[in-house]
């Protein structure tokens, strides 16, 4: 859907930085890969601002996101990641079928993180807890075996890419 | 869209004043011309449509 990107891509003048609101609205895998392609930086007006004290608007990249781009795309039985949503990436395995990773912030991941990352993204194989602080919730476990999936902490995550 | 305005003119009305840059202008492509602490202006363009 770089659709939706394209026509403030199509200008003689092209942004150094691409906001979409409300915040909380996912970005695709394709409309990430065109807009860093101009070169520009995409996210929040608080990113903007992460980006703008930075003093490299155009070369921003969120942190969080780039610590699990680069942390599972770097496993020795990872081949290839493909990024579907800004929160979302499906990592094709040496050994083992690809798994679609769906990354929760909460602190807690409870049932609902779950259920609603499954409604905002479709199906995935696990539902990844970004922080390292709380933990997942036997719920949120439960929930995720219903839909034929796990939850889990990063930690879990490493040894889950190499079985 | 939004009620009452366009992305932009959301993006414009919602930039925190401690946000690390200031609001300068807008250009002929309906970008927001933004200052960073260091003077640097750089064109945003905000984008309404959900998902991106």
Redesign the interface.
């Known amino acids: ?1 770089p659709k ?2 394209a026509p ?2 199509g ?1 003689a ?10 915040s909380s ?4 895998g394709p ?1 990430i890969a065109t807009v860093h392609a101009v070169p520009a930086g995409f996210g929040s ?1 608080g990113d ?3 980006a ?2 930075q ?1 490299d ?2 070369g921003y990249r969120n942190k969080e996101f780039g610590f699990f781009e680069r942390a599972i795309g770097q496993h020795s039985n990872v081949r290839q990641l493909t990024r579907l ?1 800004d929160t979302v990436f499906v990592a094709d395995r040496y050994s083992g079928r690809a798994l679609t990773i769906a990354l929760v912030d909460a602190y807690n991941m409870s049932a609902e993180d779950v259920r609603t990352a499954r409604s905002k993204y479709g199906t995935f194989d696990i539902a990844l807890k970004m922080s390292n602080y709380g933990g997942v919730t036997s719920a949120a476990s439960q929930a995720a075996e219903s839909m034929g999936a796990e939850a889990m902490m990063f930690r879990h995550l490493m040894r889950r890419l190499a079985q | 869209m939004m009620a009452g305005g366009s992305a932009t003119d959301w993006g414009a009305s919602h930039i925190d004043c401690n946000a690390g840059f200031k609001l300068v202008g807008r250009t002929a492509e309906d970008f927001l011309l933004i200052e960073d602490r260091q003077g640097r202006t750089c064109p945003v363009a905000v984008v309404g449509a959900k998902p991106v």
């Open positions: 859907m939706d990107v403030v891509l200008h003048t092209e942004p150094e930085f691409v906001v979409n609101i409300p609205a996912s970005w695709s409309a007006l903007l601002g992460r703008a004290r003093g608007v155009a949503y």
